[in-house]
């Protein structure tokens, strides 16, 4: 039982501290509430208009997903590349090349299915359009 409360004990004070932070902080900080503390600020650009009626490009966060997937790839690829010849000297060369070149495959299947469906392409919006200086 004893396991318990130690664990219950840690459980307290992990939530005890933040919480005593955030009070000690919300208690000695200044409060100074003026107009230009409160105004929006988006790389130094004045907001116009709502924010909620904002549509936001989803180029980026297909960019994002695309860049996750493929660094991943590389932590698979390069643990293997180390350990490559001394598993081939176990296995053999199609029983150590095999699994990762069918795994590159199914990356360049998937990099190929991305990119007919427009997932790297750079969509060009109507605003950055009219903006444009010829």
């Given at each position: 039982m004893s396991d318990w409360l130690?664990?219950?004990?840690?459980?307290?004070?992990?939530?005890?501290?933040?919480?005593?932070?955030m009070v000690v902080s919300?208690?000695?900080?200044?409060?100074?509430?003026?107009q230009?503390?409160?105004?929006?600020?988006?790389?130094?650009e004045i907001p116009?208009?709502?924010?909620?009626?904002?549509?936001?490009?989803?180029?980026?966060?297909?960019?994002?997903?695309?860049?996750?997937?493929f660094d991943v790839e590389t932590v698979f690829i390069i643990p293997w590349t180390v350990i490559f010849e001394e598993a081939v000297g176990e296995l053999g060369f199609v029983h150590a090349f095999a699994p990762m070149a069918l795994f590159i495959v199914i990356l360049l299947f998937a990099l190929a299915w991305a990119w007919r469906k427009g997932a790297v392409s750079w969509v060009k919006s109507p605003r950055a359009e009219s903006q444009r200086i010829e």
């Open positions: 130690a664990i219950g004990a840690l459980a307290i004070v992990a939530i005890l501290i933040p919480v005593a932070m919300w208690l000695l900080r200044p409060s100074v509430p003026e230009g503390k409160r105004a929006t600020y988006e790389s130094g116009v208009g709502s924010s909620r009626h904002i549509r936001f490009n989803i180029q980026y966060y297909m960019v994002a997903l695309l860049f996750v997937v």
